[in-house]
C-alpha cells in the first residue's frame, strides 16, 4: 500500500511543478526518516610499546631469586688471586653490587684496599675509592691499582654501605690500559654478626673470561649472581667473548 502511494505522488508531481512541492513534502511523511548518523569509529589504541631500557632492566632483575633479609649486611669483601697475567698487580675501573629487587646499584660509601699499595708515581689518583666514583665507561680513564699483589699473593677491595642490604649480584669494569692486570679469580665475602664478625665466602670465581679495557665483565644478563643458598641459583650463562 505504501509502495502504491508513493508512485501516485510521483505521478502527480511530473505533471504538475505547483503539486511538485506538495508532493515532496507528502512523500517526505510517508517515508521513513533516515537513520541519525553515527560518530566515527575509531581504531582501539594499543598501548605504547615498553622502553627497550625499562624492559631490559625488568628482565634483568625481575629473573632473580628472592633472597632471605638475614643475609644483608653493610659490609662486603673482594680478595683478588689471580690476574691475567703475572704482573704483581691488579686494576679495575668500577664495582657495582646490585639488591634483587633494583635496576640501581645499592649505594657504597666507603671502599678500602687493606694491605694494598698504590703505585708511587699516581700521587693518591688510584686508590679503592676510585671503584666507587661512578666514573666508568670508554674514555673515562679511572681506576684503582694495587701493586702490592705481587708481594702478598692477593689483594682485598672492602666496601661499606650507607645500609646493611642482601647483594644478589655485582658487576666489574675492567681498567684503561695493562690489560694483565685486570683480575680473572676471586672471591666475595660478606660480613656476618658485630664489629668484630666473621667473613662468609657467598662467591668465588675463577679464570674467568676478560672484556676489552673500559668495559663490563657482562659474564650473565645479571653480572655475577650471588645466590646463597646454591639450591637458589639459577643455571649460569657462558661466558661473553671479548
Known sequence: MRLLLTALLLRRAAASPDVASASRASLQSVLPSPPPPQPPRSSPRMPPPPSTELAGARSRFEAGPSLPAELASARYRFVFTKTLQPVGAVQLQEVQLFAASSA???????????????????????GPEKTIDGIYGEGSNNKWLDVNMGATGNSTLELTLGEPATVASYEFYTAAHAVGRHPVSWTFWRHVGAAGGDWLLIDERADVAVPGAERPYALTAVGFPVCPPASLCPPTAPPMSP
Open 104 to 126: 640501581e646499584p645499592l649505594q657504597i660509601i666507603r671502599a678500602a684496599n687493606p694491605g694494598g699499595r698504590a703505585a708511587p708515581l699516581s700521587q693518591g689518583r688510584e
